[in-house]
């Protein structure tokens, strides 16, 4: 009897309206992730717990200041939040929330592609680089520091920013959404004293980096050629091509990383685009 009441068809659309919104919530967290909007959220969930505790208490008067603040809050957060908005519907519209591995397991083989032609180059003729990818964590703080680029990866345009005394040689390259987003970026300088004395700043920047964020950052030796990656704050040096190629494609391919980006999503799509649009012929 109990069972019969729990497992109800309404019950079972209260369980499906939950998952939604949660899922809606969860993706528009991922959207202003790394960006100013969250320390502007962290603002509104603040307001609502004072308005709640307030209300509470029996403070009428910032109980009334509060509301203020929430009903105008309303028009406020659109035009603060206007260009998460607008990206949260531009994915929407492409339908990247739903179906994006094989996109961007494609775009990721273009990005080591060219990332391989690059690091070949330059390492053979030991120009230094600083090629930092933007991993989970935002990298906006640093992405701000940069002289803006914003175009697609290619190798013949690394190893040209890179070029020695050009304006943008010194500083980093930060890869964001399989794109170069700026170049000559500033990144945080570790102080470890367990990095080896010879290596120079660009390592001090790239283990740096990799102490506050998940980002991977790959780093060309000026003086000796040599390759090395850090990442969660682990310094990988002395890589071969082999090497770095199967390194980044472990942390770059969606389908070797742990499914949180609607991966049961990508699941049901990949299941209705084999049976159902193609004839229901695997």
Known sequence: MIWSE????RNLINLVDILIVWFLIYNLLLLVRGTRAVQLL???ILVIIVRIISGVIGLSMLSWAMDLVINWGVIAMIVIFQPEIRRGLEHLGRGSLFVK???????NKKLISALDKAIQYMSKRRIGALITIQMNTGLEEYIETGI?????????LLINIFIPNTPLHDGAVIIKDNRIAVAAA?????QSNL???????????AVGISEITDALTIVISEETGEVSITQNNELLRGMTQEDYL???NDQLNHSHQTPDRGSFLNSVATFI????RRGGQP
């Open 6 to 9: 729990i497992f109800t068809l």
């Open 42 to 44: 962290r603002g509104v």
């Open 101 to 107: 591995s094989n996109r961007e397991n494609e775009a």
């Open 148 to 156: 803006n680029v914003d175009a697609d990866v290619t190798g013949e």
């Open 186 to 190: 500033y990144l945080p300088l570790s």
């Open 195 to 205: 990095i080896p004395k010879e290596l120079g700043t660009r390592h001090r920047a």
């Open 246 to 248: 199967k390194y980044l």
């Open 273 to 276: 685009d084999k049976h159902f």
